[in-house]
């Protein structure tokens, strides 16, 4: 699989550290030029002065790969604008986009103030947006000029999003809105040459160790062969897909599809609703249960 990215130029978001940093590496491995993006936060999204994707380059150059370090806030428009520019300016163009930056605040949902809510939301569903919008607006601009490339977007839910996750109520959501927002990038890019899709990967991470017991889980190396491949040109007819990685097995995950119905040929009435509906839910498969319930 050596080569598999061979002249590729991929930015890879919150890479200083756990996930990130092993996509940035595995990606290099296989012969991209990687922008290494890391705000150096900690855990709950704070400030550290760190800058963590230094390390993650120097690692990368060390191989004899190429790489630059970014110290882009990804939730910020302007900043995240400037980042894609880099990466154009640096390695003369854009192929590949790996949003992975994020971090949790985990509280049982009545506990969640206002300001964690809004700071989840922001660095995972915002910083998953403004990259995205600034890439989409480039390879548009490339398709229209006669240069369609190759482009690839892999970005990253969970399972949380997708099963929901007892005590991350502000992190499922904006998991969730990732999942969504991934079918809907998938759709409207297409026609420039671009895939989007997302992963939900398990690993143990600073994330993950504290929350509960990770001595079993994957490392987080272990999700990036599939991000490899995802961004590979031989994936271009893969798009709008969510792909679940623990460990060794990778799962195509179905989300929300079109179950049993019944047309009432008119109206409901609010009194036959409640049979009708039972009717259905007893058709339909159940639901998968939360994590943590």
């Known amino acids: 699989m050596a080569g598999l990215l061979d002249g590729r130029v991929a930015i890879v978001t919150g890479a200083g550290r756990g996930i990130g940093r092993a996509h940035a ?20 999204g704070e400030g550290t002065g760190e800058s963590p994707a230094d390390e993650v380059v120097a690692a990368i150059r060390e191989a004899g790969g190429e790489a630059v370090a970014n110290g882009a806030d990804v939730a910020d428009f302007a900043q995240a604008e400037e980042m894609v520019r880099q990466a154009i300016d640096t390695f003369g163009g854009l192929d590949v986009l790996v949003n992975n930056a994020g971090f949790v605040r985990d509280r049982m949902l009545v506990n969640t103030s206002e300001e964690e809510w809004d700071a989840v939301i922001r660095v995972h569903l915002k910083g998953h947006f403004a990259p995205l919008r600034h890439a989409g607006a480039y390879w548009r601009a490339e398709a229209k000029e006669g240069r369609q490339r190759d482009a690839r ?26 999942a969504g927002l991934t079918l809907v990038a998938a759709q409207e890019m297409g026609r420039y040459g671009v895939t989007v899709n997302a992963i939900a990967p398990v690993a143990r991470t600073r994330m993950t160790e504290g929350a509960f017991d990770t001595s079993a889980m994957a490392l987080p190396e272990d999700n990036s062969p599939v991000v490899a491949w995802l961004a590979s040109v031989e994936a271009g007819d893969v798009t709008g897909r969510l792909i679940e990685i623990d460990g060794s097995t990778i799962t195509v995950e179905n989300g929300w599809a079109h179950g049993p119905s019944r047309d009432n040929g008119s109206r409901w009435d609010a009194a036959a609703v409640g049979p009708a509906l039972r009717e259905l839910l007893a058709e339909a498969p159940a639901p998968e249960p939360v994590y943590g319930a």
């Open 153 to 178: 977007v892999i970005n990253t839910s969970s399972g949380a999003g997708l099963q929901g996750s007892v005590g991350q109520a502000t992190y499922s959501a904006a998991k969730a809105g990732i």
């Open 25 to 44: 590496l595995e990606l290099a491995a296989h012969g991209a030029k990687v922008v290494v993006n890391d705000y150096g936060v900690s855990l709950a």
